[in-house]
């Protein structure tokens, strides 16, 4: 599967700790190899989100994701759940 990355993603991915960078990176792994794997807690999002999903990284990290189409999808936030749900 191809990934993109925006450019909110990268910046907020940059701003990690070295630890949440590599839960980021090895949740994203298992997202690709795993999609619907339970330590994800993979779900749709609601209201201001709708249309685009989260997945859990590990401790309160969430990241958004869109599927463009069935080979590829668009990694565009990152952050803990009071980040990125203002």
Known sequence: MTTKFSADFDRQFAKLSKEHKQ???????????????SALRNHPLTEEWAGWHSISAGDDLRVHY???DSEAVFFVAVGTHGELYK
């Open 23 to 37: 839960q980021v990176m090895d949740a994203i792994e298992l997202f690709l190899d795993e999609p619907t794997h």
């Open 66 to 68: 869109k599927l463009l």
